[in-house]
Every structure is written in C-alpha cells, then in structure tokens.
C-alpha cells in the first residue's frame, strides 16, 4: 500500500485552519482520517490550546439567557391528528387474567406462568390460584408446584427452608465439592487448613488463622503430601 504524502498545500491549510476546524473536518477537505490529520498536527509542532478547547467543547451548550424555542408554548398541539389520546393503548396491551411465560432467573430453562391481577401488576400463577381458595399466603412460606403444569391439585404451601431443601441436587452438589478437593482448592481455604491444624478446638484454630506463616507452612506441607500420593497413585 502506497502511503500518501502530505503536501505544501496539506500542511499550508492545516496551519490556516487547525483552530478553527476539528481534525475530522480537516480530514474531510484533506480526504484523510481524523488519526492521521492529529498526527500530522503533532509532527508540525501544532497544539490547540486548553482553553480553545474547552471553547469548543461547550459551544453547543445553552449559554446563559438562551430562550428555547418552545418557550411559553405548553399545550400546543401540532399535530393533533397523529397524537396519542388519552387513555390510547398498543394493540399488544394485555387484559385482567391474561397469562404470560417467564424465564426463570439462572441458568435453567424453566418458565413460570404469570397472570394480570390489574394493569401493569402481575403475580405468579401458582400463587393466584392458591389464594383464590385459601387466601393469604403466610409470611415464610411460599407456593409450590409438585407437577408439571401449575393446577389446584400440583400445588402445596411450605416453608422456604424446606423448599430449598427440596430444591437441592445431592449428585450435583457432589460432583462439585469432588472438583474441587481434586482441583485443591479446599486447601485455598484458611479455615480448612486450621481445621486441619486443630479439628476439635474452636479456639485454637481462631488464634491459628491469624497466624498467616503457620498456616503457609501448613498449605505447603498438604499440597506436597497431596503430590506425593497423586504420584504414587500413578505409579502403581
């Protein structure tokens, strides 16, 4: 790619013109980029000063005094035949007991069913048909579903310590903690090292964890046994 050179005539209209232009407009008359007119700028020994800046940089600002135009003129109606009316809604606008899906937050898949109780107030589904027959929903507890789709007969009321539990995955969870021992991140862990220090005294493993060249020490000396073995294991 052959480079173009500036001209005479190039850096003659830089000079003339480099405090009243931007680098892009510049570019523009020159046909050349913005980078390439700043860089030109810079090898002419050419620098706009601050306050010129600062002077560009607000003059499309509202000076002190300005008058918008549209001044005086509220509730002027320019064009009264394309304006929404009052009380006009989209095509699109929902009605009382109409149900929509949404994706559950996180990672899963799963979408819940909501209805419209009033305009612009949507509840979960599972919970509108609860206290439909039931009423109020305690305070700690919560609605929940026990079959594929949300109907009278899927739903139960429980406490959210017993829905978490019921939401656990034990294989998942497992499969995760073994990761990590494999990975060795337990042995990132503080706590787990003073554990492993002083694992029937509370106190102790307290003063332990402060105690940061101990616990080094320690994370080193499991680290290495935890090699040892992985290497032994390996070996036959």
């Not at 601050?50 to 918008?68: I, L, Q």
């Given at each position: 790619m052959k480079i173009r050179k500036y001209t005479k005539a190039d850096d003659k209209f830089i000079k003339e013109n480099y405090l009243q232009l931007t680098n892009s407009q510049i570019g523009k008359v020159l046909n050349r980029s913005s980078q390439g007119i700043a860089g030109r700028l810079n090898r002419?020994?050419?620098?706009?000063?601050?306050?010129?800046?600062?002077?560009?940089?607000?003059?499309?600002?509202?000076?002190?005094?300005?008058?918008?135009?549209?001044?005086d003129v509220k509730g002027i109606h320019l064009s009264p035949e394309s304006e929404f009316k009052p009380g006009n809604k989209p095509s699109c606008t929902k009605y009382d007991g109409a149900i929509t899906y949404r994706r559950k937050k996180g990672k899963s898949s799963k979408k819940i069913p909501y209805i419209r109780v009033s305009e612009g107030v949507w509840?979960?589904?599972?919970?509108?048909?609860?206290?439909?027959?039931?009423?109020?929903?305690?305070?700690?507890?919560?609605?929940?579903?026990e079959g594929d789709e949300v109907k009278e007969e899927n739903l139960i009321l429980i406490d959210r310590k017993e829905n978490l539990n019921l939401n656990r995955n034990p294989e998942k969870a497992g499969e995760s903690l073994k990761k990590r021992w494999d990975e060795d991140h337990h042995l990132e862990s503080d706590r787990f090292i003073a554990f492993t220090i002083a694992p029937f005294d509370a106190d102790m493993r307290t003063t332990v964890i402060n105690q940061q060249e101990i616990i080094k020490l320690k994370r080193l000396e499991l680290k290495l046994k935890r090699g040892i073995k992985r290497h032994e294991d390996k070996s036959g």
């Open positions: 002419l020994g050419l620098t706009r000063p601050t306050e010129h800046k600062h002077c560009r940089a607000n003059s499309g600002c509202y000076k002190k005094g300005n008058v918008p135009w549209n001044k509840i979960p589904l599972s919970r509108y048909l609860w206290e439909q027959d039931n009423g109020e929903i305690p305070d700690g507890k919560l609605v929940r579903c």
